[in-house]
């Protein structure tokens, strides 16, 4: 039982806290809140695996800006409690099986599978953000130039969305 | 031009007459439709005078004169054609089918004047006589079939003519449902003819199979069950015992049809093709006492019981049926000369029998219960004549026509080697009581006190259509035998000379019996004579000059009588064992249990199965988004499942690495 | 040093939370955000191969999970906003002009 091992054990334990404190809060905003959770807990794991500049940009981009912006929305929509319908007998009943089922089959893939995967070499450090950044812009360029337009597409479908309607 | 390189101009007439007056006869009236019916068969019988002129000037090789037409059926080795031909057996036929049936349509004309459906009356008519010709034209078994189906399909609808009377309709369905079940014979008959020789056609076939040695009597080869059903269909169509139920009833048709049909033509095919198979018959010795035997039962049979019925036309009836057992008995004891020879002078007084029995039944009013008639003999003078020849014929008194005919069956039956003596005494026993009922149907119709209702009945006698072709059919019927009149003073008998040719297989043996029936012919003739004598003077005794006794008897022996009278409750019988258990399968099994609940239930179950189906898949497209949800996440899953699939399985992870 | 294998089951079981909290959730904000779930553990997943493999593709790759997620994010909150406005209500079961 090393160092290692004990903070991923504490980080996963918040993720999966989380995660399950996400299913069953009542209020979107705690939802939301716990979502924040897991992310942080991520990016510590990021940190651990030595992935500094994505534990980064988790923190900033997702915590920062996404969560940020769901919590704008609860607070736009006054989104309240829930009220309790349930009209899909479905859900209701396939619904945990299912989820279990589906852990279950990923889980059992990757435990029975665990000698498949090959590990190099761990050689401990961090990775570069200028080995990274390299490769993005040499290797990915093309995807990362795509991304931009993305968002353009994003920026001008938010707005459009967003606009009440005039008379 | 030869007519012979034509022989089909003989059938196609009266197909023709049958196809113009069927399609075009409704809108014309009376006079035309007889133009083309009567004058089709007219042309037609021309037609066959002239082929017979031309056929006696034909050499002895070209016999039998076979002409093929078109090919019709090729499979393999088999060929069946559209081939006719003319020996001396179908002169005969021919002759008397032409003959016969054109006499019989110009009665019609008379007979049917004011009927409704006058025009499909002559064209089912004449397509009856196109059938009858094909069948005595053909020269081969399937062509034979193709008329013998035909003139049946003729009869349902001749006999279900009145069709609006559900009597009528059930006589026409039993009339061809029965014919069914001998045809079925028939055709198994012929299925194991062409097994065995490999061809249908008579010329080739009777080549090939007269070399063969013939059966043992007792013993089951082939010949005697192919015979046995080749019989069983002429069973069916000349109705013989099992087989006769449908003729009493045919009755309910229009009594020209009873004349031409059931009585000279129709039910004669089943001794043509008897006769016409008659090298076969021959090989099968076991065949010939059997058909002789039925024949002679069912002759017994059927004089008995018309020796009781009351209806004038189910007493002619049940005479044919007992004039048709002689015949097959004369065939079955090998005198074939002999049946078709009765076949001829049969359908000469049995014609006429009928139609002066319609002829009566028209004069007054309609009645056909002959209880209810009486003292017409003054009064339908012509009518009573030409009935009286034809009674005389039919009791074979010499020298009309019946007393030849009848009286070579009997010689011939009794030089039979198997039971010839008991045969004799039966068909002499028939002859008594033929003579007996026939002279018992004069008396009641035409002596005696009137017992219908004079005012109300005008008794008039039919008209010249009707009368001609009665006096006709009389002067054939006391001339008709005189062909075989030599036969009692030595000479030989021209009729059987005439049939030589044909029979020639069968005269061998009857050559050495020649010299013994010469001595038995006439004590034979004197004994046939005296029986006919004493039928005739039984009923002079009970119906004129005792007219009570009769009813007297039929309380003392009531029980015999009831028996007869309802004609041995056959008809009962059938209903009971055969039709009513048929039925029965039909409705509750065949009907309720296979179809409804087998087939329906499966083609509708699997019509709800789709709708029941449907129901159930109905529910994915419910609009709420979280069942949608849900069937993303199984189908997630099912496709994780099957990729990971290989990995789960323990012997793989190994082998991957 | 953990092994690889850890971080693959935890992403599998913060995957199938995600899902569990998308079958079960009723309020529209929410069930994204359990699709935002599901992207983190993608991620998770992406990362630890990154590592194992000793290549930094999978960072880089993360990197465009992440932009995509907030595109995203933003273009589905413009939408969920409109259908609160018009629905008056953020029920997802209340979103059901889908059914015939």
Redesign the interface.
């Known amino acids: 039982m090393n160092a290692p091992l004990i903070i991923f054990f504490v980080l996963a334990a918040m993720c999966v806290l989380g995660a399950i404190s996400l299913i069953l809060q009542r209020h979107p905003i705690h939802s939301a809140l716990s979502l924040i959770v897991v992310m942080v807990a991520l990016a510590g794991l990021y940190l651990l695996m030595g992935a500094e500049f994505v534990a980064a940009v988790q923190i900033i981009v997702y915590g920062g800006a996404i969560m940020v912006l769901f919590v704008f929305v609860i607070m736009l929509l006054n989104a309240g409690v829930e009220e309790r319908t349930n009209l899909s007998k479905l859900a209701g009943f396939a619904g945990i099986p299912l989820g279990v089922a589906l852990m279950g089959f990923l889980a059992a893939a990757v435990a029975r599978s665990q000698d498949m995967v090959q590990v190099a070499t761990q050689t401990g450090t961090a990775a570069p953000t200028k080995a990274l950044a390299n490769l993005l812009f040499q290797d990915f360029v093309y995807p990362f130039e795509l991304t931009s337009f993305l968002i353009l597409i994003a920026i001008l479908g938010a707005i459009v969305l967003a606009q009440r309607e005039n008379a | 031009m030869s007519i012979l390189n034509y022989l089909w101009i003989i059938p196609a007439l009266p197909l023709l007459g049958s196809a113009v007056n069927g399609l075009f006869g409704s809108k014309w009236p009376n006079k035309i439709v007889n133009v083309v019916a009567v004058g089709s068969t007219g042309l037609s019988f021309l037609a066959a005078l002239e082929a017979v002129r031309e056929f006696t000037h034909l050499a002895p090789e070209n016999i039998p004169w076979v002409k093929q037409y078109f090919t019709w059926i090729i499979a393999g080795d088999f060929r069946a054609g559209f081939d006719l031909q003319i020996d001396h057996l179908t002169v005969v036929m021919l002759l008397v089918v032409t003959g016969v049936g054109w006499l019989i349509h110009i009665y019609s004309t008379g007979y049917m004047a004011h009927e409704g459906g006058y025009y499909r009356f002559f064209s089912y008519l004449n397509l009856f006589m196109f059938f009858m010709l094909i069948l005595v034209l053909a020269a081969n078994y399937v062509l034979l079939f193709v008329g013998w189906e035909g003139v049946g399909l003729s009869s349902y609808l001749l006999i279900g003519f009145y069709f609006l009377r559900k009597s009528a309709s059930d006589a026409g369905k039993k009339a061809f449902i029965v014919n069914r079940i001998g045809d079925f014979g028939f055709m198994l008959g012929m299925f194991l003819l062409f097994r065995t020789f490999g061809t249908l056609d008579f010329v080739p076939l009777f080549a090939k199979a007269t070399p063969m040695p013939a059966d043992a009597m007792g013993h089951l080869g082939m010949f005697t069950v192919a015979c046995l059903l080749l019989f069983m269909g002429a069973c069916g169509k000349s109705a013989q015992l099992p087989l006769y139920v449908w003729l009493p009833d045919a009755m309910e048709g229009p009594t020209p049809v009873s004349a031409l049909i059931h009585a000279a033509t129709m039910v004669t095919a089943g001794v043509y093709v008897v006769a016409r198979s008659h090298i076969l018959f021959t090989h099968a010795p076991t065949a010939m006492f059997v058909v002789a035997v039925v024949g002679c039962a069912t002759a017994f049979f059927a004089a008995t019981i018309g020796l009781v019925q009351t209806d004038i036309k189910r007493v002619l009836a049940y005479s044919t049926v007992s004039q048709l057992g002689y015949m097959f008995l004369a065939c079955g004891v090998g005198a074939f000369s002999a049946g078709i020879f009765h076949l001829m002078t049969h359908a000469f007084f049995k014609a006429l029998l009928f139609l002066a029995a319609g002829s009566v039944i028209h004069a007054i009013g309609g009645e056909q219960d002959m209880m209810r008639m009486g003292g017409l003999s003054k009064k339908i003078r012509w009518t009573y004549v030409t009935m009286l020849t034809a009674t005389l014929a039919i009791a074979g008194f010499p020298p009309l026509a019946g007393f030849f005919s009848k009286d070579a069956i009997l010689l011939s039956a009794y030089q039979s080697e198997h039971g010839g003596r008991i045969l004799y005494a039966f068909g002499l026993l028939t002859a008594l009581l033929t003579s007996f009922y026939m002279f018992r149907l004069i008396f009641l119709t035409f002596h005696g006190k009137p017992r219908y209702d004079e005012k109300k009945v005008h008794v008039h006698e039919s008209p010249k259509s009707m009368l001609v072709p009665l006096m006709i059919l009389a002067v054939l019927s006391i001339i008709g035998g005189w062909m075989a009149a030599p036969a009692f003073f030595g000479s030989p008998d021209y009729f059987a000379k005439f049939l030589e040719p044909v029979f020639a297989q069968t005269a061998g043996g009857a050559e050495a019996a020649e010299a013994a029936a010469q001595a038995l012919e006439i004590p034979l003739a004197i004994v046939a004579v005296v029986s006919a004598l004493l039928g005739f003077a039984v009923a002079f005794w009970l119906y004129l000059k005792q007219p009570g006794k009769p009813a007297q008897l039929a309380k003392s022996m009531s029980g015999v009588y009831n028996t007869l009278l309802h004609k041995y409750y056959v008809d009962e019988i059938y209903n009971a064992i055969i039709v009513n258990p048929l039925l029965w399968v039909s409705t509750s099994v065949l009907w309720q249990a296979v179809d409804v609940r087998a087939i329906d239930a499966t083609v509708n179950g699997i019509a709800e199965g789709a709708t029941d189906i449907g129901d159930g898949v109905r529910?994915t497209?419910?609009?709420?988004?979280?069942?949608?949800?849900?069937?993303v996440?199984?189908g997630?899953?099912v496709i994780?499942?099957i990729i990971?699939w290989p990995?789960?399985r323990p012997a793989t992870?190994g082998m991957?690495? | 040093m953990v092994p690889t294998h850890y971080y693959l089951i935890l992403s599998a079981i913060l995957f199938g939370l995600g899902v569990v909290a998308f079958m079960f959730r009723r309020n529209i904000i929410t069930i994204f955000m359990s699709i935002e779930l599901m992207l983190n553990a993608v991620n998770l997943a992406f990362v630890a191969f990154s590592r194992a493999l000793n290549k930094l593709d999978g960072q880089v790759f993360v990197l465009f999970v992440i932009v995509v997620a907030a595109a995203e994010a933003a273009v589905g909150l413009g939408i969920i906003i409109v259908i609160a406005r018009n629905r008056q209500s953020l029920n997802v079961e209340r979103v059901d002009l889908l059914k015939l």
């Open positions: 529910h497209q419910s609009g709420n988004t979280r069942s949608y949800a849900v069937w996440v199984i997630a899953l994780i499942a990971f990995y789960f992870v991957v690495r």
